[in-house]
C-alpha cells in the first residue's frame, strides 16, 4: 500500500514538471512570435525608407552631376589640353547616377512612378547623354571645335532632367504614404492578432494556474487523505489496546476473585468477594456502553432520548456509584442540587449519567486524597435555539460543576481535551487513546446535547469542570421550591472544616434549610460562641482542644454534627455522624428533627 502511494506521488509530480515544461514551452513561443513579428516588421521598414531615401538621393545627384559635368565643358580652355581622360571621368560620374537609377532596388521603385513617365524620362537621358560619348571623345583627343555642340546638347537635356526629377520626387512622396498606410494597416493587424495571441495566452495562463491549484490542492488532499488513513489505521490499534487495556483490568478482577472462591473462604470475605466481582462487573459493562455509544456518536446514530425524571433522586444515584472508589481513597465527597431547579426535569437522563461518571472518574483517578464536589445548579448560558420536547413547555440550562483537590491533569491531556466541535478545524474532538475513554464520550455526548465543556487546572490543586446541558421544563410538575424543610429565621450554623472547598459546598447545603453558615476556615473551635448547629469537620485541633469544646456545647444544649473521626467516637458527648458522600437528603431528616424537636431555638425571641 505504502508503494502505491509513492508510486502515485511520484506520478503526481512528474505530471506537475510536465505541466511547468509546456507552459515554459507555450511562454518561450510566444515571446519568439512577438519578437519575429516585431522585427520583420522593423526590417521591412528599414528596407523601404532606405530605398526611398536611395531614390531621392541618386536623383538629385544626377541633377548636380549633370550641371557639375556642364561647368567642367563651359570652364576647359587651351591650356587644359590634353585632357588625358578627366571629361570621361565626369561623363563616367553622371553615367553612374543614371546606372543606379535604372538598376536594382530603386529602378524598380522608380518604373512605379507617374505610370511609367520616369522610366521614359530616364531612358531618354540614358539615351542623350550615350550619344555625347562621340562628342566627348573628339574633345579628349583634342579637337575642341566640337565642345560648343556638346555644351548644347547637355543643356537641351536639362529639362528633361528637371522634370524626372520632379515626378521621382511626386512619385516619392506617393509612394511614401502608400507604404505608410499599408504598414500601418499591418501594424493594426498585428496589433489584432497580438491581442488574440495574448487573450488566448492569458486564458492559457488561467486555465495553468487554475489547473496547477487543482493538481496542487489534489496533491494536498492526496496527502492528507494518505496521513489520514495513516493516522485512522494508528488510532484504530490505539483504540484496540486501549480496549485491551480497559477491560483487562475488571476481567483480571472477575477472574481472580471467582479463583479465590473456588477455595476455602469465610462467609464475610465470601460477601466482600461477590460485591468485588459485581463492581468489576459494572466496570465491565459500562465499559462496554461506553465503546457502544461512542462508535454510534461517531457513525452519527445516536439519538437522545429525553425522559422526565426526579432531578436530586438521580443524580445522587450516579453520585453512589463511587462511594466504594472513594471509600477506600478516603476521598471526602460532597453533593448540591440547587432547589432553584425544578425537581422534575425532561432531559436524557442515560446520558448525562454517562456525562457525570466521566467526571467522577477522572477526578478520583487524579484525586489521591482530599475531596471532591458535585454541584448541580442553573447555568448562565442562554438556552439554544432546539424544539420542544413532547409534553414540555420551555427550554432552560443546568450546569454540572464538579471539583477536586487532587493533583491536576497532566498538560498533555489537558491539550487533547481542548477541542471545541463547533469550529470548523476541530471536528474530530478528542481521540479515547489521548484522552481515555470516559472523557472522549463525555466529551462527544456533551456537544451532541448542545451544551458545553469547560475546565480549569492547577498542578496540586485540583481541577474543576463545567457543564452546561440544556433541558426541558415538564408541563405537568411543578416549579421550583425551597427544600419542604425550613429552619427558622437568623439560624445559625459553625463549620469547622479546612478544606474551604468542602466548607462552601456545606454552606450551601445548609443554606437550602434556611440555616446562614459561619465557615471557620483555620479549624478552630470557637467554643465559647452561641450557635444553634455545629457541624465539625477536618480539623488539626480537636486533639487539642476537642475535649473541652464538646464540653462547651453539650453544656449549651448546642447539637453537633461531625464527620471527624475522634469526634464521632468521642464517648462522652453524642456526635450525630455525617457520611460521604454528604447529600441534602442525608442532612435533611437529620435538621429537620433536631429543629422540629427545639420549640424555640436561638434568635426566636428576636
Known sequence: MESLFKEKIWLSKFKLWVLYACVAFIIAITIAVFGIITYTSDSSKNNSRRVFESSLWNTLQLQIQSYRFLNYLIELDDNDYPLNGSAFFQYDLLMSRVDLLRQGDVGSLIRTFESGRTTRLLNIINGELELLSFNLSKIESGDASYLPNLIERIRRIEEQINEFVTLVNKGSNEFISKQHQT?????????????????????????????????????????????????????????????????RSPLNAILGTAKTLNGPVSRNETQALSKHIEESGLQLLQTIEMLSDLSLINAKKLTLNPTIEHLQKSIEEYFAIFEPQMSRKNVQSILYVDPLLPKYISLDFARTKEIIVAL???????????????????????????????????????????????????????????????????????LPSKVGLSLALCHKLVYLMQGELHFSCAPQKGCEFWVDIPFYVPNNYPAAKPTSFQCPYQTQALVIETDIHLAKIISLQLAAFNISA?????????????????????????????NDALMQWRTKSCPVFGYHPQAINHPEYPVTPLVFPLTQTQLEPLIAGLFLSHKTPKGSEK
Open 360 to 430: 467522577l472518574q477522572n477526578a478520583i483517578t487524579h484525586t489521591p486524597s482530599g475531596s471532591i464536589s458535585l454541584q448541580i445548579r442553573p447555568s448562565a448560558l442562554n438556552a439554544p435555539q432546539m424544539p420542544l420536547a413532547k409534553d414540555t413547555k420551555e427550554i432552560r440550562v443546568l450546569q454540572i460543576a464538579l471539583r477536586d483537590t487532587g493533583l491536576g491533569m497532566p498538560n498533555e491531556l489537558q491539550q487533547n481535551l481542548r477541542f471545541n466541535p463547533s469550529l470548523p478545524m476541530q471536528k474530530e474532538g478528542p
Open 183 to 247: 504598414l500601418q494597416k499591418n501594424l493594426d493587424e498585428i496589433q489584432l492578432l497580438s491581442i488574440t495571441l495574448l487573450a488566448c495566452l492569458l486564458c492559457l495562463c488561467f486555465f495553468t494556474v487554475k489547473g496547477l491549484t487543482e493538481l496542487k490542492s489534489v496533491i494536498r488532499r492526496n496527502k492528507s487523505l494518505q496521513l489520514g488513513m495513516q493516522t485512522v489505521n494508528e488510532d484504530k490499534a490505539n483504540l484496540l489496546s486501549f480496549v485491551n487495556q480497559e477491560i
Open 518 to 546: 459561619i465557615i471557620s476556615k483555620d479549624g478552630s473551635l470557637q467554643e465559647h460562641n452561641d450557635y444553634d448547629l455545629v457541624i465539625l469537620g477536618n480539623t488539626p485541633r480537636f486533639e487539642r482542644d476537642g
